[in-house]
T-cell receptor
Framework: ETGVTQTPRHLVMGMTNKKSLKCEQH?????MYWYKQSAKKPLELMFV???????ENNSVPSRFSPECPNSSHLFLHLHTLQPEDSALYLC????????????FGPGTRLLVL | AQTVTQSQPEMSVQEAETVTLSCTYD???????LFWYKQPPSRQMILVIR??????QNATENRFSVNFQKAAKSFSLKISDSQLGDAAMYFC??????????FGQGTRLTINP
């Protein structure tokens, strides 16, 4: 595997379910990100991790819980989601210097029923 | 807060012709980075081109080039010799440290054979 991978690619869940999205980067980067992409809206930054520490949390509801166990892996734990949380969730990674280019995974298409 | 505006929700071009996608941004900073990303139907966000604001020379990557007008805060993307594989959503993005990318709303580009 190369680049940034995400699993699953598609996920359907009920509002009472608990699920997790996984992201893995094979680029030797130290920063990882979660973005939400909804229809007809710009990408929204959700969380930023640098050297496994959370450095950004853009007022994301607590039903989204990120976890970064090491610099190569990033999880997004989901629980009691709402239908409006249905979206494409993109993971990205970069070096930690701030202005470095971000490289994206293919995304997880989430549908909340 | 920085904002990025793409005023063309959709564009179309004949195969082999040239098309220009527009992007404007708002910032009070003098040192920053600008990007164009491409998102094909496969959903993977792919970096097309990157421009450092301190560089006066416009960035070029093969058939892709930018017209960076710093005073006007304009950053347009020119695609020459358009190919069917260029069909995608194109996102303009701004970065000013702290590993934050601010995206525009996107322009959907259609290539007509």
């Amino acid at each position: 595997e190369t680049g940034v991978t995400q699993t699953p690619r598609h996920l359907v869940m009920g509002m009472t379910n608990k699920k997790s999205l996984k992201c893995e980067q094979h680029l030797g980067h130290n920063a990882m990100y979660w973005y939400k992409q909804s229809a007809k809206k710009p990408l929204e930054l959700m969380f930023v991790y640098s050297l496994e520490e959370r450095v950004e949390n853009n007022s994301v509801p607590s039903r989204f819980s990120p976890e970064c166990p090491n610099s190569s892996h990033l999880f997004l734990h989901l629980h009691t989601l709402q239908p409006e949380d249905s979206a494409l969730y993109l993971c990205a990674s970069s070096q930690t210097s701030g202005e470095e280019t971000q490289y994206f995974g293919p995304g997880t298409r989430l549908l909340v029923l | 807060a920085q904002t990025v505006t793409q005023s063309q929700p959709e564009m179309s071009v004949q195969e082999a012709e040239t098309v220009t996608l527009s992007c404007t941004y708002d910032t009070s900073e003098s040192d920053y980075y600008l990007f164009w990303y491409k998102q094909p139907p496969s959903r993977q966000m792919i970096l097309v081109i990157r421009q450092e604001a301190y560089k006066q020379q416009n960035a070029t990557e093969n058939r892709f080039s930018v017209n960076f007008q710093k005073a006007a805060k304009s950053f347009s993307l020119k695609i020459s010799d358009s190919q069917l594989g260029d069909a995608a959503m194109y996102f303009c993005a701004y970065s000013r440290g702290a590993q934050k990318l601010v995206f525009g709303q996107g322009t959907r580009l259609t290539i007509n054979p």
